[in-house]
């Protein structure tokens, strides 16, 4: 069945609903047909229907009548990664900058008006460990590889971004005045990286500085994260001058590769 919504873009609901299976699956591990009907709030013809197409195409697996994702979403996740320039350009820099800062670094990417987290490496034991998975999308304004990215956007399209999200608060520390990240985006611009303070995680800081191609556009973002207790003025210089260095090699190896 096709929702044929005048306001809105046409969708089939029948894939609409094995995605919700899929995610719900993912979320829960492993369930029956019954426990997932509940869950979602479908009949349990209908959960079955999907689960034993999504079974014979691979994306499932069926043992003892229960269901869970298939490895198959492994090898899919690999090649839309590789895809990603920051990815395949930056992997081997934050590898780098981990073993250097000891700290945790993130590679990162604007997926439509989220921000999306590709790659992560912990530099020792001692790195933190946020709640920020791969894979897992964060509003723009409250993380520092977000902010980073919008600081090279034009005015407009970071006006698009804010328009369908708004501001939400994270914690007492996110930025919820436009006027207010507006100047803040005016001053990542100038300096060549951006600070998140507490604005996702309360104890949690980072800071991250993009990779840009000659023409303007950006590449992604690099960034590192660890205790906000530990990120004081001169741990913050200190940081940044690394992401930006990582940024730059990044960029060369893009430009060499084009």
């Known amino acids: 069945m096709v929702d044929s919504n005048a306001s809105s873009p046409r969708r089939i609901k029948a894939v609409q609903t094995s995605f919700r299976i899929v995610e719900e699956l993912v979320e829960c591990e492993e369930a029956g047909v019954t426990e997932l009907a509940d869950r979602l709030n479908l009949s349990k013809g209908t959960v079955h229907t999907h689960l034993s197409s999504l079974d014979n195409e691979g994306y499932v697996v069926k043992r003892g009548g229960r269901y869970r994702p298939s490895l198959r979403y492994l090898r899919i996740g690999d090649r839309i990664r590789e895809s990603f320039d920051i990815y395949k350009h930056g992997r081997n820099p934050a590898n780098r900058l981990a073993e250097e800062c000891g700290e945790l670094v993130y590679l990162a990417v604007k997926q439509g008006t989220l921000v999306c987290f590709l790659y992560a490496v912990r530099g020792s034991d001692n790195a933190i460990q946020t709640a920020t998975q791969l894979g897992r999308t964060r509003y723009f304004h409250t993380t520092a590889a977000g902010k980073s990215m919008m600081a090279h956007m034009s005015e407009t399209a970071v006006e698009e971004i804010l328009n369908v999200h708004g501001l939400p608060?994270?914690?007492?520390?996110?930025?919820?005045?436009?006027?207010?990240?507006?100047?803040?985006?005016?001053?990542?611009?100038?300096?060549?990286?951006?600070?998140n303070a507490?604005?996702?995680?309360?104890?949690?800081?980072t800071v991250a500085s993009s990779?840009?191609?000659?023409?303007?556009?950006?590449?992604?973002t690099i960034s590192i994260s660890g205790p906000a207790a530990k990120f004081d003025a001169e741990y913050v210089d200190e940081m940044a001058g690394l992401v930006k260095e990582a940024a730059n090699k990044i960029?060369?190896?893009?430009?060499?590769?084009?």
């Open 169 to 195: 608060r994270k914690t007492d520390f996110t930025v919820t005045d436009r006027h207010v990240l507006f100047e803040e985006l005016e001053a990542i611009r100038s300096q060549g990286y951006a600070v």
């Open 198 to 205: 507490q604005e996702q995680h309360l104890g949690a800081a």
């Open 211 to 220: 990779a840009l191609r000659p023409n303007g556009e950006v590449i992604g």
């Open 251 to 258: 960029e060369i190896d893009v430009s060499n590769v084009a």
